[in-house]
């Protein structure tokens, strides 16, 4: 295994302990009226190389207008991948929601719990922060 390959495995483990990390100790992942009840259990954290041409094969899928990891990086920041040589890495993460949630929506609907998630932006609150990292971040993506 070489030197990038190794690199890139340990800043995957990190980034993955801190999206989990962030979404078990944020109070935003909590019931309402329930302190330690959480909204989303540990969230499924997952990596894809950006150069993948399955996210090419979205243009056809999705739409034209979709884009692929490259002219995103494009867009937001003005560069290709290869003015730094860096490779690019698509991190995807899904927040599974708990069985005390689950157990409110079945009840009513919408639940308390549904209705608090839509006024609050909950989920989207759940998005770790990057200004304190040297993450770059946009809306959806990470680089």
């Not at 801190?18 to 959480?38: A, D, Q, T, W, Y």
């Not at 599974?96 to 157990?103: G, I, L, M, N, S």
Request: hydrophobic share 40%.
């Amino acid at each position: 295994m070489d030197a990038q390959t190794l690199a890139a495995g340990k800043m995957a483990q990190l980034i993955e302990l801190e999206i989990k990390s962030f979404v078990r100790e944020s109070p935003l992942n909590r019931m309402p009226g329930e302190e330690n009840v959480p909204i989303f259990e540990e969230p499924l954290v997952k990596f894809a190389d950006g150069n993948d041409p399955l996210f090419t094969e979205f243009k056809t899928i999705i739409g034209p207008n979709h884009l692929t990891p490259q002219e995103a990086l494009f867009l937001t920041y003005n560069k290709q991948p290869e003015d730094d040589g860096k490779l690019i890495s698509v991190i995807s993460w899904i927040l599974p929601v708990a069985h005390k949630t689950r157990e409110s929506n079945a009840n009513r609907m919408p639940s308390p719990v549904n209705i608090g998630l839509t006024l609050n932006g909950t989920a989207n609150n759940l998005i770790p922060p990057c200004a304190n990292t040297s993450w770059k971040c946009s809306p959806s993506v990470v680089i």
